[in-house]
């Protein structure tokens, strides 16, 4: 799976758009662009994911450029609650058994 | 009415006892994991069973056994506690189609 770079954390005023950055030069023709966040003490959430074309959903919207090797994860009016790890994944689509790897991800935190 | 539910959510155990941690999802999903999240917060794939088939296992040490009795449910067993195996436990499943894993709350387990 192709390796992901993301800086270690952000700040984020309250009702901004936090934009999340995420590199992924190596990143192969088939292989999806996944986000998912971590509040404390919580499992992984879910965010969005996407392979060519700019995703959105009720949560985030997701940017991929056009040579696929960055995205930016997007929310639009970050929250107090927004304030999580995010973690930005590669990986191929598989039959099943998805052995997702996660890095360290971005500690974004939402400011009042 | 909770997707991926983990019993318990707390342990606390002495050195070289056998605990289990009981995990059960209501999706209807065929694969479910386990990961484990240690104090460095890097979260990692343990193992994944598909339809009640081991498919994924991730050099864990054999004190570590998966029991999956149905799809719904994939028990960790973990024999002779050490006190490297302090972590959080997540499990997780997902669906036949599309590759998004929904994660359980975790299970915090102390080995003093």
């Known amino acids: 799976d192709a390796k992901t770079t993301q800086p270690p954390s952000m700040d984020c005023a309250e009702g901004r758009a936090a934009n999340l950055p995420c590199n992924h030069s190596t990143i192969s023709g088939n292989e999806y662009v996944y986000w998912y966040r971590q509040i404390h003490s919580q499992g992984p959430q879910y965010i969005i994911h996407?392979?060519?074309n700019n995703e959105t959903n009720e949560m985030a919207s997701l940017i991929i450029t056009e040579d696929r090797k960055s995205s930016t994860l997007i929310l639009p009016h970050a929250t107090l609650r927004d304030t999580a790890v995010y973690y930005c994944?590669?990986?191929?689509?598989?039959?099943?058994?998805?052995?997702?790897?996660f890095g360290a991800g971005t500690i974004l935190r939402v400011k009042s | 009415d909770t997707a991926v539910s983990q019993t318990p959510k707390y342990l606390v155990t002495q050195m070289g006892n056998d605990k289990s941690i009981k995990c059960e999802q209501n999706l209807g999903h065929d694969t479910m994991y386990w990961y484990k999240q240690d104090s460095k917060k890097f979260l990692k794939i343990m193992f994944s069973?598909?339809?009640?088939?081991?498919?994924i296992n991730e050099t864990v040490p054999n004190r570590f056994s998966p029991k999956s009795p149905d799809k719904a449910h994939l028990n960790l067993h973990i024999n002779s506690l050490e006190l490297g195996d302090s972590a959080v436990y997540f499990c997780a499943s997902s669906p036949p189609v599309g590759n998004t894993i929904y994660f359980g709350e975790g299970s915090w387990l102390t080995v003093v």
């Open positions: 994944i590669v990986r191929l689509h598989m039959e099943y058994g998805n052995k997702l790897v």
């Open positions: 996407g392979l060519k």
């Open positions: 069973y598909n339809n009640k088939e081991l498919i």
